[in-house]
Antibody, heavy 118, light 110 residues
Framework: VQLVESGGGLVKSGGSLRLSCVAS????????MNWVRQAPGKGLEWVSS????????VYADSIKGRFFISRDNAQRSVYLQMDSLTIEDTAVYYC????????????WGRGTLVTVSS | FMLTQPHSVSESPGKTITISCTRN????????VQWYQQRPGSSPTNMIF?????PSGVPDRFSGSIDSSSNSAFLTISGLRTEDEADYYC??????????FGGGTKLTVL
């Protein structure tokens, strides 16, 4: 299993960014995918989940209405569109695969760093 | 709900340590608890799922449990090694399928 995130970078407060995660090594369309972030020196914070069919999408309250998750199973990719960014959104963003049967994140990417400046 | 972990713990090599994860509302047994290890500069790795199950490849020095009386989950690491030095996070979920992480515990193996 391999998950490779991209799209991070430096953006000004109020700006937008789109993260991508390309997956390989498993049946992507059968797998729920998640985004989890980690601010510098801080703990893990779950951001959003999307089911294999995109039928079920869930967001953390902290980003609801500003971030939007989507996926393209043909491209084996999951995306996170981030709008109205604030300094508090500065973090490493990880793409993570949920196990099929359990509420567990069994595989993680290496993350992509998003830095929001004032 | 929230999951509260001690900020840091420390112990000597060869010893046993237990890290707690306390749920502030709702029953700890209502939703399974998972544990992740994050070494410095690395991504998290799942160490325990469904309260006490170990993924293949995780040493049996790692074990998980829950205690309803304290409304807490526990990660126990026996035979501590310097390579166990890392941050450990507990994780559960609510009825709306929102994932919840504890604040993390920094383990130092002296």
């Amino acid at each position: 299993v391999q998950l490779v995130e991209s799209g991070g970078g430096l953006v000004k407060s109020g700006g937008s960014l789109r993260l991508s995660c390309v997956a390989s090594g498993f049946v992507f369309s059968d797998s729920d995918m998640n985004w989890v972030r980690q601010a510098p020196g801080k703990g893990l914070e779950w951001v959003s989940s999307i089911s294999g069919s995109s039928r079920y999408i869930v967001y953390a309250d902290s980003i609801k209405g500003r971030f939007f998750i989507s996926r393209d199973n043909a491209q084996r990719s999951v995306y996170l569109q981030m709008d109205s960014l604030t300094i508090e959104d500065t973090a490493v963003y990880y793409c993570a695969k949920k196990t099929s049967d359990y509420f567990t994140l069994e595989d993680w990417g290496r993350g992509t760093l998003v830095t929001v400046s004032s | 709900f929230m999951l509260t972990q001690p900020h840091s713990v420390s112990e000597s090599p060869g010893k046993t340590i237990t890290i707690s994860c306390t749920r502030n509302s709702g029953n700890i047994a209502s939703n399974y608890v998972q544990w992740y290890q994050q070494r410095p500069g690395s991504s998290p790795t799942n160490m325990i799922f469904e309260d006490n199950q170990r993924p293949s490849g995780v040493p049996d020095r790692f074990s998980g449990s829950i205690d309803s009386s304290s409304n807490s989950a526990f990660l126990t690491i026996s035979g501590l090694r310097t390579e166990d030095e890392a941050d450990y996070y507990c994780q559960s979920y609510d009825g709306n399928k929102h994932w919840v992480f504890g604040g993390g515990t920094k383990l130092t193996v002296l």
